[in-house]
């Protein structure tokens, strides 16, 4: 071996412009005044692999990328928006980007990427949107998110996490809109938002969610959009707000729910709510409904999975005009088995799973 490798190892550890991440991949860039053109990279994406042209919108689709590491994108003044698209990507490091103070989209999906470690997107001061989406997500270290000034948006759905932690977001605090759907999280933790006060979407559709912890939405008080569509959710408990919240979208379809207590709906008031797919009991429906005609809201048809055929609801066998509030697993058993019997039978993901 190894004199080549020697002398790459001389060269990089001498040279600062030292970049090896890239390798003949093409990039399709806009330029200050909009125009489109195409660019070779080697080595890094920079200012000098642009010679005179500036670099504002940068898209990466379809290359050969395996692995984006420190400096990946550097010196580009007037760059604001990144992405990468379609591209194998496993592995990223920390410190992917700097001196790029105008980058306000930074984007890497449809990708292979498996963890986001701490420091990934350090000294980005602009940056409002980041979307992961669509990777293989399943760690994400501890301050992933962290000390981000300007963020607004994260896309981190279509991925694999199984656990979800505040602390990523660490000083994150113009964080508007959480999108974590088609994960495999499980909880939510106690105080999950707390620090993020001008939080109004949080979109947690489309995972695994069986516990929410008390105290999990304390602080917040008005969402724009609560998500929690198609989870394994059996209860909405008083505890997991401590206070009042108005929340125009309350996604509820598509989980194990029996009842929302009374307590419950006099704390939340919501306009938009979706509830089909849930074994409820007959009276606790007819009481919900009461209750978002009382706020002026409105119930909706959720999906592909509801409508006619549908059983909104189940009596239990103890036959009983009010809604008791309690969970009862025969309620559910029935419903599930009603649902399975349908003939012709529902699409597989329109029941939810024993
Ligand atoms: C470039 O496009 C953006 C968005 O379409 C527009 O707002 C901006 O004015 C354009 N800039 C120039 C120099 O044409
Ligand atoms: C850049 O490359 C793509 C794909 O090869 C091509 O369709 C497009 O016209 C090119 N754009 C410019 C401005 O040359
Ligand atoms: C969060 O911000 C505070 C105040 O600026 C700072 O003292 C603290 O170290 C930051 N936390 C982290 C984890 O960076
Ligand atoms: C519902 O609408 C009525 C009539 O417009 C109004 O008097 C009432 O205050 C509204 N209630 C709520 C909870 O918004």
Known sequence: MNKQIVLLVCY????VYCCRWFKDITISAKDKENRSFNQTINSCIERVAFGGQTAKEIYVRHQAITSLG???VRNLIWLQTISFWGCPIVHI?????????????VQISYGNVKEIPRGAFEELPAMELLRIH?????VIEDLAFANLVSLKSIQADSNKLEHWNREWFTNTTKLEIMNFQNNKIRTIPRRA????TNLRQIHFDHNEISIIHENAFEGIEY?????LRSNRLKEIKLDMFPNQIRIKSLLLDSNYLNFLANEVLNKISAKDVTLDNNPWKCPCLDRI???VYKNNGTIRASSECAGGRIPVCAYPSTFSQTCLEHVDEDVTKKYLKNLKSLDPPLPEYCVLPD
Not at 193 to 196: D, I, K, M, P, T
């Open 93 to 105: 490091t920390s410190k992917l980007f700097r001196n790029v103070p105008r980058l306000k989209n």
């Open 12 to 15: 990089c550890f001498l040279s």
């Open 193 to 196: 938002f707390a620090s993020l």
């Open 289 to 291: 409904a009461y209750w």
């Open 70 to 72: 420190k400096d990946s």
């Open 223 to 227: 969402l724009v959009y609560l998500g």
């Open 134 to 138: 669509n990777n293989q997500i399943d």
